[in-house]
């Protein structure tokens, strides 16, 4: 049996060269990068020679790459709206597909996804995982211990703030490329609050303002729970960077701040009957884990979680809000049922990487 795992990176934007690629020298145990993919003759000349991969392929070429039975697997960090046709491509020639999240842009796109996976080639199934790289994270999963412990008694309350400065001209105000607040970093959100709860919501409610590009600029969200559990949050592509939640129970709450960073240390403040206690969490790669998981869920044959069902789970939670925003009316949500919930045992280790030099790249606020 292979024990690498060989993955093609299909996208070389931001989030593909400052933690993506650096991310498989801290997952060489099962995984390997061995073909990149772009649009950007330049970029794939220094970025395989920065990384040792010599195989390079623009988009035309993709499907010659699924073909060519040099990968496994693929790493899709494209923009939103190429999620679902660049996975289905790949679980249709016999590759597996660990993808970004969102998962797609709606449920239908979910939906054929996660039916390319099931089908794979000549009826042989592969493997798909979504990449929420917090579903590996010990701050965030301790999060998740201390709400169902009863630590903090019975959790009554969600509230979130995520925002940040988005320059004009960046992927995620363009709604051709599938841009928006919610799609962006509302799906960080949505995904704690679920997991938070163990619940699914049953009501979304939405207000959009501004805007920025072709997207709004802010949206305000208020989700109904059951038992009558309510998660509010706000997302803007317009405001000083913020990453915080707090969940509030009937015998106290717990505070991560900053929350949703990748590349900084997290921090709890958990309060119980009015005494407050803080614990910080050290700066880690948080793309390796994805990636050691993901490799031996296929090596070993295991289905990994978070996969197809996770992914919609939270696209639909972000259609029914963008159908308030537009309508101003609730949107009440059909059940759906999840049973797999983040826990303790998904964490995995690994040591923080360097921030590299990227190249025809820039971050969100502009910055290279």
Same mark, same amino acid.
């Not at 996208?11 to 060269?17: D, P, T, V, W």
């Not at 195989?55 to 494209?78: C, E, H, K, M, P």
């Not at 919501?201 to 109904?224: C, F, H, Q, W, Y």
């Given at each position: 049996? #292979?024990?690498?795992? #060989?993955?093609?990176?299909?996208?070389?934007?931001?989030?593909?060269?400052?933690?993506?690629?650096?991310?498989?020298?801290?997952?060489?145990?099962?995984?390997?990068?061995?073909?990149?993919?772009?649009?950007?003759?330049?970029?794939?000349?220094?970025?395989?020679?920065?990384?040792?991969?010599?195989?390079?392929?623009?988009?035309?070429?993709?499907?010659?790459?699924?073909?060519?039975?040099?990968?496994?697997?693929?790493?899709?960090?494209?923009?939103?709206?190429?999620?679902?046709?660049?996975?289905?491509?790949?679980? #249709?020639?016999?590759?597996?597909?660990?993808?970004?999240?969102?998962?797609?842009?709606?449920?239908?796109?979910?939906?054929?996804?996660?039916?390319?996976?099931?089908?794979?080639?000549?009826?042989?199934?592969?493997?798909?995982?979504?990449?929420?790289?917090?579903?590996?994270?010990?701050?965030?999963?301790?999060?998740?211990?201390?709400?169902?412990? /009863?630590?903090?008694?019975?959790?009554?309350?969600?509230?979130? &703030?995520?925002?940040?400065?988005?320059?004009?001209?960046?992927?995620?105000?363009?709604?051709?490329?599938?841009?928006?607040?919610?799609?962006?970093?509302?799906?960080?959100?949505?995904?704690?609050?679920?997991?938070?709860?163990?619940?699914?919501?049953?009501?979304?409610?939405?207000?959009?303002?501004?805007?920025?590009?072709?997207?709004?600029?802010?949206?305000?969200?208020?989700?109904?729970?059951?038992?009558?559990?309510?998660?509010?949050?706000?997302?803007?592509?317009?405001?000083?960077?913020?990453?915080?939640?707090?969940?509030?129970? &009937?015998?106290?709450?717990?505070?991560?701040?900053?929350?949703?960073?990748?590349?900084?240390?997290?921090?709890?403040?958990?309060?119980?009957? /009015?005494?407050?206690?803080?614990?910080?969490?050290?700066?880690?790669?948080?793309?390796?884990?994805?990636?050691?998981?993901?490799?031996?869920?296929?090596?070993?044959?295991?289905?990994?979680?978070?996969?197809?069902?996770?992914?919609?789970?939270?696209?639909?939670?972000?259609?029914?809000?963008?159908?308030?925003?537009?309508?101003?009316?609730?949107?009440?949500?059909?059940?759906?049922?999840?049973?797999?919930?983040?826990?303790?045992?998904?964490?995995?280790?690994?040591?923080?990487?360097?921030?590299?030099?990227?190249?025809?790249?820039?971050?969100?606020?502009?910055?290279?």
């Amino acid at each position: 049996m #292979r024990k690498q795992l #060989r993955y093609a990176v299909v996208g070389l934007g931001h989030i593909a060269q400052v933690a993506v690629l650096p991310a498989f020298a801290n997952a060489r145990r099962n995984s390997k990068v061995t073909a990149l993919v772009s649009g950007d003759s330049f970029k794939l000349k220094e970025l395989s020679q920065k990384y040792g991969v010599s195989a390079t392929y623009n988009y035309d070429q993709y499907d010659a790459l699924l073909a060519s039975g040099d990968i496994d697997a693929v790493y899709i960090a494209l923009p939103n709206s190429m999620h679902c046709d660049y996975a289905v491509r790949a679980a #249709r020639a016999g590759v597996h597909v660990l993808c970004e999240k969102p998962m797609a842009l709606d449920e239908d796109e979910c939906e054929r996804m996660a039916l390319a996976a099931r089908q794979g080639k000549n009826g042989s199934g592969v493997k798909l995982m979504v990449g929420y790289r917090l579903h590996f994270e010990r701050a965030n999963l301790e999060a998740i211990e201390v709400a169902r412990s /009863g630590r903090i008694g019975e959790p009554r309350q969600f509230s979130s &703030t995520f925002t940040l400065q988005v320059v004009p001209d960046n992927i995620r105000v363009k709604s051709a490329l599938g841009g928006g607040v919610l799609y962006d970093i509302g799906v960080y959100c949505i995904n704690a609050a679920r997991s938070l709860f163990a619940e699914e919501p049953v009501e979304a409610r939405a207000i959009a303002a501004g805007a920025l590009g072709d997207v709004e600029e802010s949206v305000a969200a208020l989700l109904r729970f059951p038992n009558e559990r309510v998660a509010s949050f706000v997302c803007s592509f317009g405001s000083a960077k913020v990453s915080q939640y707090r969940v509030v129970g &009937t015998k106290g709450d717990l505070l991560l701040e900053p929350a949703y960073e990748y590349a900084a240390p997290l921090r709890h403040k958990l309060t119980i009957d /009015g005494e407050a206690r803080e614990r910080r969490f050290a700066k880690r790669d948080q793309f390796a884990p994805e990636l050691l998981y993901f490799s031996d869920c296929v090596l070993q044959g295991r289905e990994p979680e978070p996969g197809a069902a996770e992914g919609l789970a939270d696209v639909r939670v972000i259609r029914a809000l963008y159908r308030s925003a537009e309508s101003g009316q609730a949107v009440m949500l059909q059940p759906f049922e999840k049973r797999e919930r983040p826990s303790l045992e998904q964490e995995i280790r690994r040591p923080p990487i360097e921030k590299p030099d990227v190249v025809h790249a820039q971050a969100p606020s502009g910055a290279s």
